[in-house]
């Protein structure tokens, strides 16, 4: 359900239902895969409520993704590319930033979050080949922490900014990459003063997520937190021991699930030196799941101390109670974000 929203809601059980029905029943029994299948049932979903604008987030890569079967979009948008799904995207930047730039279309303006320097060159290679004008972070905009809040300067718009409700100083950057989009977009006035208002309210489910309540609260001892994030690769691994590196006001402890397509050491590796140990489980379904032992041992590998839990729960229940708070950062995966989402309700 955390994929789909209509008209500001996550779909209801219901509502989906029917729609991914109809999709099988138009499919006919065709081969599909599940990301197709519910991008489908995403569009039905879409072209059925009203709204102003339709918000595709693109699920492997770009060129080749189901949600790029839109001819001429409002606006695109590539947030910073990284080592990602490299068995589906290449094995280097240059190639993962290709796949990325598949989204770019004649005449529509791309907005351009920083990149690496070998992905900025393929991607303003691309966008000459194709004619689409670029919006670059750092050259036509730019957003940055000012003071407690944060200072967006666009082409049009210089704005003094809230910072983003999301925890991280990524948010920042993923902030102005949005605002960027509505600063570009063609035919659609948005106030100024609604953006602020935005920035206050987002509402993300598994990124940096403070979870309030539900059976997996209820196993950590009062007074600890219980926090999700669905980052799963080397990159969002530093942006999560960014913040945990200014979580020094209790011991942080991580429950951790992967895919095996994912390089676990260089994910763990940033949070290691942050935390006091790891709690591997094997994602439940999964068959693509890493093996908790393996991810246990990648751990070692990078000298954080790790061990093996049949479930997210169990290892909730096995991590140590000492005096004072705790902290608790289930991560590794969407896959597993969303079983956890399901299981504490």
């Not at 839109?70 to 990284?82: G, H, K, L």
Request: with cysteine.
């Amino acid at each position: 359900h955390e994929r789909i929203r209509l008209a500001g809601r996550l779909i209801d059980e219901e509502a989906l239902i029917a729609l991914l029905e109809e999709c099988e029943r138009a499919n006919r029994d065709a081969p599909i895969t599940f990301f197709e299948i519910t991008t489908a049932a995403a569009f039905l979903g879409f072209a059925r409520t009203p709204a102003d604008i339709v918000l595709l987030e693109v699920g492997l890569g770009g060129r080749l993704d189901a949600t790029n079967v839109v001819r001429r979009p409002a606006v695109t948008a590539i947030t910073p590319v990284s080592l990602d799904h490299q068995a589906f995207l290449g094995d280097t930047i240059a190639a993962i930033a290709g796949e990325k730039a598949g989204i770019l279309k004649p005449g529509v303006t791309a907005v351009i979050a920083p990149q690496p320097p070998e992905a900025a060159a393929v991607i303003e290679a691309r966008a000459e080949a194709v004619s689409a004008p670029l919006y670059r972070a750092h050259h036509e905009w730019r957003c940055e922490a000012a003071g407690a809040g944060m200072r967006y300067e666009g082409e049009r718009w210089r704005l003094d900014l809230p910072l983003p409700s999301l925890i991280g100083a990524h948010q920042v950057v993923n902030a102005g990459t949005a605002i960027a989009c509505l600063e570009r977009l063609s035919g659609f006035d948005i106030p100024t003063e609604a953006i602020p208002r935005g920035l206050r309210h987002i509402d993300w489910p598994a990124r940096l997520q403070l979870l309030q309540h539900g059976p997996l609260v209820d196993a950590v001892p009062p007074d600890w937190e219980l926090w999700l994030d669905g980052g799963h690769n080397p990159l969002a691994g530093e942006v999560l021991g960014a913040v945990a590196a200014g979580w020094h006001d209790r011991p942080l402890h991580l429950v951790v699930g992967m895919m095996n397509t994912k390089d676990a050491a260089g994910f763990i590796a940033p949070l290691a030196k942050h935390a006091r140990a790891l709690w591997a489980v094997t994602i439940p379904g999964e068959k693509n799941a890493l093996p908790a032992e393996t991810i246990a041992s990648a751990a070692a590998s990078v000298g954080l101390r790790a061990q093996t839990a049949d479930s997210v729960l169990a290892a909730i229940r096995d991590i140590p109670v000492q005096d004072g708070n705790g902290r608790v950062l289930i991560c590794g995966s969407l896959y597993f974000a969303g079983k956890v989402l399901a299981e504490n309700g």
